[in-house]
């Protein structure tokens, strides 16, 4: 194929008052596929906008040679767009391609014409078999379980099911350089079989924003890691495997500990000994009579200039440790309420939701530190199960019950209504336990403090929750569900926008915990890990 190539050359960019990535490089060339990790508010999307040319850096440059597709995490719809605007869109851009053939044959002169041209044009519409096109997006829509018809608008779909339609066309698209932004969050595992396949076979360059931590076995050549190293650079990792990059990166991270706890420890006792040296000085000014003082006071200063010089060069070689992410403290959650008087805690017999969930004959109860996975295809009904035993969607058939003063932490996929967003995590934390306070089902005692959990600094949940990524958000709504202390987490798709560090903590915290335990995801790598749970899948 002609030279395809993504370029990123010391990339700088920040908004007012928050700078976001500083120096990032990257270099990719066709066959080249390349996961971009880090911790949440890291910049992941910003450098993905960047590559893509929808953000100017302040500082560096990106080159990119051959075409260009980006599907974002969040999408702007148009008015009155539908499925078929977007399946149009695909397809002209690729017609453009045999347009551009015919034309270039058409004016072909086959004694002295542009063989380098043509040879372009050809193999343009070879790569992106213009002919198929039509079948190719098709077939995407249905394996990533996107809606067909042509008519639906976007603005009627969820959002899982409008990033499917969008992922579908851009597949189909065939672009020499692909950007994506969490793909395989609103995929089940059928789609996300599809998506890998695709990838592996991908000819151009492709950069993926991802937690999924099979994602990155199965398709990357390289890591590019956006948190701090010891130089305070993101570090391009050319591990293949998830397990040898965190092999590679706990490495570099011990090694940078030992090397700033020396030198911290040097500075200690140099800065102690610029103390006792000032010490002395003070001592040595008045002497007693006949005690050479000139001599004793110059030896003095020397001592503490000396000292002084010794500070100053430790100060000047030493590690500037950036603040390290916040590790996730999980709190230790109670099994059972006061006065529990055994059964279950929660309870569902025989859910109907009409058009969503049917479940006759079904019984699903939760004892004291139980545990559940929910698994299932993108439709069966997953989340709409968790809603119904959170109680937050009414059963048109049907009993749910729980045990009295028995408390729930959910987590749900989607919550960004716009009053919600205007608010900073503070202010909706302390709604949630005011409300829980008020209506006595929590006690002033239980109550845990958001800041506690190190899933947000304090700075971030100071601001209001839309000028947060993303994946900030989630970390809220995450800790957002431990506020009240529950005895049972209702959990759907918890590792969706997650750093793939908090993903490895929270999967362990959940192991460990005494509360019950219910997680719907369509997460390869955490149902492996889950795998021991009782399962129930849809």
């Known amino acids: 194929m002609p030279d395809v190539h993504l370029v990123a050359d010391g990339l700088t960019f920040g908004y007012p008052g928050r700078p976001v990535l500083d120096g990032v490089g990257v270099s990719a060339s066709a066959g080249d596929r390349v996961g971009v990790v880090g911790e949440n508010g890291a910049g992941k999307t910003t450098l993905l906008r960047l590559l893509a040319g929808d953000l100017a850096p ?23 767009s539908t499925i078929g605007d977007l399946v149009r869109r695909t397809a002209t851009h690729v017609r453009a391609a045999a347009a551009r053939l015919d034309e270039v044959v058409a004016g072909f002169d086959h004694e002295g014409g542009d063989l380098a041209a043509l040879s372009d044009a050809i193999a343009a519409v070879d790569r992106l078999a213009a002919w198929d096109v039509d079948r190719r997006v098709d077939e995407a829509l249905t394996r990533f379980g996107a809606p067909r018809d042509h008519a639906r608008r976007l603005d009627t779909l969820s959002v899982g099911e409008a990033y499917r339609a969008r992922l579908a066309c851009h597949v189909a698209e065939r672009a020499d350089v692909l950007l994506l932004d969490e793909p395989t969050n609103h995929l089940d595992v059928g789609g996300i079989e599809y998506l890998t396949a695709q990838l592996q076979e991908w000819p151009g360059v492709v950069v993926i924003v991802t937690h999924d931590r099979r994602l990155l076995d199965d398709v990357m050549t390289a890591i590019l890691d956006l948190d701090p190293s010891m130089d305070g650079r993101p570090v391009l990792y050319g591990a293949t495997r998830y397990a040898t990059y965190r092999f590679q990166k706990d490495q570099a991270l011990r090694r940078w500990r030992a090397r700033y706890a020396q030198e911290r420890k040097r500075a200690a006792k140099l800065a102690q000994r610029l103390d006792e040296s000032y010490e002395g000085l003070s001592d040595e000014w008045r002497p007693p009579k006949g005690s050479q003082k000139h001599r004793r006071g110059t030896r003095a200063r020397i001592h503490v200039k000396a000292a ?117 995590g503070f202010e909706a934390a302390a709604r949630r336990a005011l409300d829980l306070l008020s209506s006595g089902a929590l006690d002033p005692a239980h109550v845990l403090p958001v800041a506690a959990l190190g899933l947000l600094e304090e700075e971030d949940l100071d601001r209001p929750l839309g000028e947060l990524s993303v994946g900030q958000r989630r970390r809220f709504e995450l800790a957002a569900a431990l506020v009240a202390a529950p005895h049972v987490l209702l959990l759907d798709e918890p590792t969706n926008h997650l750093s793939i560090a908090l993903v490895d903590e929270l999967t362990e915290a959940l192991r460990l915990t005494s509360a019950a335990v219910v997680v719907a995801t369509h997460d390869r790598a955490m149902r492996a890990d889950l795998a021991d749970w009782p399962s129930f899948e849809l």
């Open 308 to 424: 002084d010089r010794l500070v100053q060069k430790l100060e000047a070689e030493a590690v500037e440790v950036p603040v390290p992410p916040p590790a996730l403290a999980f709190p230790d959650l109670p099994s059972i309420p006061a006065g529990y008087a055994g059964g279950p805690l929660l309870e569902l017999r025989a859910p109907r939701v009409e058009g969503r969930l049917d479940l006759p004959g079904v019984r699903v109860e939760l004892p004291p530190a139980g545990r559940l996975l929910v698994t299932g295809a993108n439709g069966a009904g997953k989340s709409t199960l968790l809603a119904a035993l959170a109680g937050r969607t009414p059963l048109d058939r049907g009993h749910r019950s729980v045990a009295p003063g028995v408390r729930l932490g959910v987590l749900v996929q989607d919550d960004d209504s716009p009053a919600r967003l205007r608010t900073t």
């Open 58 to 80: 302040t500082a560096g440059e990106v080159r990119r040679s051959g075409s260009v597709s980006v599907v974002q995490q969040e999408l702007d719809v148009a008015p009155g």
